[in-house]
């Protein structure tokens, strides 16, 4: 147990809808990270925030958006969702840039 | 750009036999080189990291892996597997400590008595 908790573990919607992955990092970490591991597209980092601000973006669509709030959990919204959105989202937590990170178990989302 | 090239997709070993996971990196700057395993329906574990100094880096689990500079490798191994060891095995690069990881397309290691 990494000490990194992501909900829901699994998420079934439709086409077109929105959802909100949420993430708790471990006891004192500061920075937060996301990412999407798709069978095809493999791992790939989406965004990072540190302390509530953002400090760096990966691949991450326009459709997609996240935040982290004053308690330092984080949110990854993604709307008008499409079939390929379908995949496993990590979320992993480190004390600060350039620390281990720590990931969580992910939530996986299908999309039909 | 950084890239990460992991030639293996999948890796049939016995148990207790040695093993061999290959990763071959991309970048024009300095980096950061990791190893990372995903038990089935787990999220990633952090096995190892190099980061300066000696390019014999030990893990968790038996593990280890050397950083190749001029040859731009950082192979994972294990002298001797067990069952438990089957999972994806993933190698990652940064060049900004750990900001960004950019990630191989995984390894699995499947062990058989």
């Known amino acids: 147990d990494s000490g990194v908790t992501q909900t829901p573990k699994h998420l079934i919607t439709a086409t077109g809808q929105r959802v909100t992955l949420r993430c708790s990092p471990r006891s004192g970490d500061l920075s937060v990270y996301w990412y999407q591991q798709s069978l095809d597209q493999g791992l790939q980092f989406l965004i990072q925030?540190?302390?509530?601000?953002?400090?760096a973006k990966g691949n991450i669509l326009e459709r997609f958006s996240a935040q982290q709030f004053p308690d330092l959990h984080s949110e990854l919204n993604l709307s008008s969702l499409e079939l390929g959105d379908s995949a496993l989202y990590f979320c992993?937590?480190?004390?600060?840039?350039?620390?281990?990170?720590?990931f969580g178990p992910g939530t996986r989302l299908l999309v039909l | 750009a950084q890239s990460v090239t992991q030639l293996d997709s999948q890796v049939p070993v016995f148990e207790e036999a040695p093993v061999e996971l290959r990763c071959n990196y991309s970048s024009s700057v300095s980096v950061y080189l990791f190893w990372y395993v995903q038990y089935p329906n787990q999220g990633l574990q952090l096995l190892l990291k190099?980061?300066?100094?000696?390019?014999l880096v030990k893990g968790i689990n038996g593990f280890e892996a050397e950083f190749n500079k001029s040859q731009t490798s950082f192979h994972l191994r294990k002298p001797s597997v067990h069952i438990s060891d089957t999972a994806e095995y993933f190698c990652a690069v940064s060049v900004t400590g750990f900001q960004k990881l950019v990630f191989g397309t995984g390894t699995r290691l499947l062990v058989s008595p």
């Open positions: 992993a937590s480190s004390v600060a840039t350039g620390e281990t990170q720590y």
């Open positions: 925030y540190y302390n509530g601000e953002e400090r």
């Open positions: 190099y980061l300066s100094g000696s390019t």
